[in-house]
């Protein structure tokens, strides 16, 4: 159960493998598990050959996950093995007010609940992510300013009471860094660092499977790492953070004289094609994030960075100026600097994220039926 739970559909063979149990005793199991409403399974093709594909049950309940953008929400609605049901997203404006976006939230999930012929009863948790960081205890935002019109609400009892589930409220690239660990391009590495680099810049920490939130849940935020300790003031009040330097407002700002009002798409659109003053804009994106990703890889020696968010769609544009600085700014070691991809879930992850710590959380809670 724990792995259908933790990895999603999974094959008889497959769960066998993961669990070193016998296929036939896999195969026991799993008809003993369908004949008592728990699993349900179907047919599936792994590798041309036919198997069948194992996953928990729809009765058992559905998790709800949310992402807060700097500009957008996303809403997504999954069964009790992950799968996504419904996903849809909406744009925000800027600085949009705390209460709006949660009431907006909630009425997405409703919507999607009966989209789905489901009743309001079969969802068990929610999991929402925001862009700043979170303490574990509270739900609350931790650094003032960071989200105008966030601070101090009580985000966890707010949507509670919209819907009447447990909600549990993390920083975006944490919940990156977790989806991505679990089922994305981190899978089998150890520790996990990933980078989230879009509008803003974040980052969490994966070490033993576990997130890292450190004190006040600020752990990861390598947006705010200073690079130029006189340059530019950051939204966090700090000066030349890694953030002013590669956050889009930085990067179209450079390009607004030779090429006009850019969206972030229209910059790696252009670089992709050619354009030499997107490509440089990109690169010299890749050479400060590797700066700061080689300060973090000093620290913890991670098995992997994985870079996530919308800048990640330029692909090596963007990874091999950072692999190029990595090598020559972490300790030298008889296997290299560690390895640099793109986020195998793209724009899914902290939404992925989300839904994965719903539905940990409507385990450890019962509401799922099973055992934790």
């Not at 369908?34 to 599936?44: D, E, F, K």
């Not at 928990?56 to 700097?70: I, P, S, T, Y």
């Not at 789905?116 to 574990?136: F, H, N, T, W």
């Amino acid at each position: 159960m724990a792995a259908v739970q933790r990895r999603g559909a999974l094959t008889q063979i497959e769960l066998a493998g993961v669990t070193g149990l016998s296929p036939a005793t896999v195969s026991n199991i799993v008809k003993e598990l369908t004949a008592a409403g728990v699993l349900h399974t179907s047919p599936s093709t792994r590798s041309g050959r036919r198997a069948l594909q194992v996953s928990l049950a729809r009765n058992l309940g559905l998790v709800a996950g949310v992402h807060f953008g700097n500009r957008s929400l996303r809403v997504a609605l999954a069964d009790a093995s992950l799968r996504v049901l419904a996903d849809q997203r909406m744009p925000l404006a800027p600085d949009h007010r705390a209460d709006v976006g949660l009431r907006r939230a909630a009425l997405l999930v409703t919507e999607m609940v009966e989209s789905v012929d489901a009743g309001p009863e079969e969802l068990l948790a929610m999991g929402v992510c925001i862009p700043a960081p979170v303490d574990r205890r509270t739900g609350g935002i931790t650094t003032v300013g960071m989200m105008r019109g966030w601070d101090g609400m009580p985000l966890p009892e707010l949507l509670g009471e919209e819907l009447d589930v447990p909600v549990v409220v993390e920083n975006d690239a944490n919940l990156g860094a977790l989806a991505e660990t679990r089922f994305g391009a981190a899978v089998g590495h150890d520790p996990v660092v990933y980078l989230r680099v879009s509008h803003g810049v974040g980052g969490g920490i994966v070490l033993g499977g576990q997130l890292v939130h450190g004190r006040a849940g600020g752990a990861g935020e390598i947006g705010h790492v200073t690079i130029d300790e006189r340059g530019p003031i950051c939204r966090c009040g700090n000066r030349g953070c890694l953030e002013t330097f590669v956050g889009a407002p930085a990067l179209l700002g450079m390009l607004a004289g030779s090429h006009g009002n850019l969206t972030l798409g229209d910059l790696i659109g252009r670089a992709v094609e050619g354009d030499p003053g997107c490509r440089r804009v990109l690169a010299d994106t890749g050479r400060h994030l590797g700066v700061a990703a080689a300060n973090i890889c000093n620290l913890i020696d991670p098995g992997i960075i994985v870079v996530g968010g919308r800048l990640a769609e330029a692909g090596d544009l963007l990874l091999d100026p950072m692999r190029a600085v990595l090598e020559q700014r972490t300790m030298p070691s008889a296997s290299g600097p560690p390895g640099v991809a793109a986020a195998a879930l793209g724009a899914a992850a902290e939404v992925r994220g989300a839904l994965a710590v719903a539905l940990d959380t409507a385990r450890v809670s019962g509401a799922l039926g099973v055992g934790p």
